[in-house]
């Protein structure tokens, strides 16, 4: 018989400290579908997309029913639409967005990933329209993630693209101001992205990948605030040991659900993600972690230490929970999506300046932040331009997902709702980094690139 | 394969009486149960082989949450595979 202690502990975690898969993602690969005939191309992409993701929901509910615990969402990553449309106009790509917007209300996923480009290096002309058509594709389509990668470690930064990320996030914003910019949550700017992310924004199905495959991403932040609770005034070493083993705990469940999608759909088992991904429920945060650990409140000397280490130590416990990690694995810190965030940023405690401390020891970077609606677009790059330094000097991946909130300023709030949560508008830096910025070119690798 | 069913709740008369009745109409047979009573409150698990349920699993989970529901009850039914999982290397 299993031990009683295992399986209280077990029902405790789901039913009292939020323990959840947060997203089973389908990868699904778009390259058979590229036509040279826009009406073709699109449906072909409606098409596969239907068709490999069919039973998705269904089978994501009926795993959650046989064991018992919540599976927040049921996802799909696409080939960067970029790669796909490449010749194609302008307009096809936003029927594109339209399409997978389409096929994500079909299939009853919540979001559907992969209005990617890849311009670390440089832009292709498909490339460069495709970004272009950001801002009306996000705004006339409710359920499609955009993402664009600007740098990596091995390439350098493409400063042109950081300088044209500062204007698409502005032009969107503007164009889903009736929705507080809404649009801009829906766009994540990367260094170093990774090609199986299964979480939004940022999720596309790499390059390199299978046909379709099925990516999983677990959470749990409340499960590791509780254990640190129950551990007491232990020191950090006997802290690192508890993180490990409650990470271990959350990953394997998020192995056992995606090797059981994996055979009920027939499509191979890619990744799993072993993220603490926080939502703004009570008892659902990354933030309130860092408090557990010791700190007065997040933000605080003392919290990209403390950070550090619960980041590192869930890696290390679930690395060996899972055969095959990958995704952006490691600590979330979105602002809106966290209450302790949240409360932290309302107590005046977290500033930019520490969050940015901060991306260099989290999962991913600067993210789900409100700024004024009338940052200037070379401020914005500028955002950008800070956080992929930090990725690229670090092999890390970082992004910046920023708001700025057309018509609202400092001290206002914001309310986008459901996960998406809601953040009052930071007060940020106006001085201008424009000359740098429109320089543009290219920001060579780092030495430490050159590993040959 | 097999399910934990684990019940709490405030102890009254018929709680192990009600869930294996609902297991046995229903093809679930019943391998091991450990139960205790704190003060009122009543805390079971059970494992129940569901090799040859007659009603789907889903359903099986269902009906035994609006079982304990209809008597103050809450009841947990999950496959044992995520204790499984979780707790043994």
């Known amino acids: ?47 596969k997309i239907t068709k490999k993701a069919e039973h998705l929901v269904k089978t994501g509910e009926e795993i959650e029913k046989q064991y018992g615990i919540p599976i ?11 790669l796909i449309g490449g010749a194609h106009k302008e307009e096809t790509y936003i029927e594109i967005a339209k399409t997978l917007d389409n096929a994500a209300h079909a299939l009853g996923v919540n979001f559907i990933g992969g209005y990617s480009a890849l311009v670390e290096k440089g832009f292709t002309e498909g490339a460069k329209r495709m970004i272009h058509t950001i801002p009306e594709a996000l705004a006339c389509t409710e359920r499609v993630c955009s993402s664009v990668n600007v740098a990596s470690t091995k390439a350098g930064t493409n400063m042109d693209a950081v300088n044209m990320m500062g204007r698409i996030i502005k032009e969107t914003a503007l164009r889903t101001k009736n929705a507080d910019s809404i649009g801009c949550a829906k766009l994540v700017v990367f260094a170093n992205v990774p090609m199986d992310n299964p ?66 759909l027939g499509v191979p088992f890619g990744i799993v993600d ?8 009570i008892g659902d945060s990354v933030a309130r972690i860092l408090e557990e650990m010791g700190l007065e409140c997040c933000g605080c000397f003392g919290t990209t230490a403390a950070l550090a280490m619960l980041n ?13 990690v990958g995704g952006l694995s490691g600590a979330f810190i979105p602002v809106s999506e966290d209450e302790g965030m949240i409360h932290a940023l309302e107590a005046g405690c977290l500033k930019m300046e520490k969050l940015e401390a901060m991306t260099a ?10 700024i004024p609606g009338d940052t200037e677009e070379a401020v914005i790059s500028g955002i950008i331009a800070d ?22 300023g400092p001290g206002e709030n914001v309310r986008f709702g459901g996960l998406l949560g809601y953040a009052p508008i930071m007060d940020i830096s106006t001085v201008s980094p424009l000359k740098f910025i429109s320089r543009g070119g290219r920001i060579p690798a780092p030495i430490h690139s050159l590993k040959n | 394969m097999k399910a934990v069913i684990s019940v709490t709740g405030r102890d009254n008369v018929g709680i192990i009486a009600g869930v294996s009745a609902y297991c046995a109409e229903k093809g679930a047979n019943i391998i091991d149960i450990t139960q205790s009573v704190l003060q009122e409150y009543f805390a079971m698990i059970m494992l129940a082989e569901i090799d040859k349920l007659t009603v789907p699993f889903a359903q099986f989970v269902d009906e035994l949450t609006e079982l304990g529901k209809a008597k103050g009850l809450e009841i947990h039914t999950m496959h044992e595979d995520i204790f499984n999982t979780m707790h043994h290397i």
């Open chain 1, 1 to 47: 018989m299993i031990n009683t202690a295992d399986i209280l502990e077990t029902i405790n975690m789901i039913r009292q400290e939020n323990l959840d898969i947060r997203t089973i993602t389908m990868g699904i690969s778009l390259f058979d579908c590229v036509s040279d005939d826009p009406k073709r191309l699109c449906a072909n992409i409606y098409d």
């Open chain 1, 72 to 82: 927040v969402n049921k996802r799909i990553s696409v080939t960067p639409v970029s």
């Open chain 1, 199 to 264: 979480f939004m924004a940022g999720a596309f199905h790499g390059v390199g990948e299978n046909e379709c495959a099925i990516n999983v991403g677990v959470s749990g932040p409340g499960v590791v605030a509780s254990a640190i609770r129950r551990a007491g005034d232990c020191d950090l070493s006997s802290l690192a040991d508890i993180i490990k083993k409650t990470a271990f705990k959350i990953t394997r469940v998020g192995q056992l659900v995606a090797t059981e999608a994996s055979n009920r």
């Open chain 1, 274 to 281: 072993l993220s603490l991904a926080p939502t703004p429920a």
């Open chain 1, 312 to 324: 590192d130590a869930v890696k290390k416990g679930g690395v060996m929970a899972s055969s095959h």
């Open chain 1, 361 to 370: 020891v989290c999962s991913v970077g600067l993210d789900m932040i409100a």
């Open chain 1, 387 to 408: 956080e992929t330094a930090i990725g690229v000097a670090n092999t890390k991946t970082t992004a910046v997902r920023v708001i700025p909130v057309y018509g609202k």
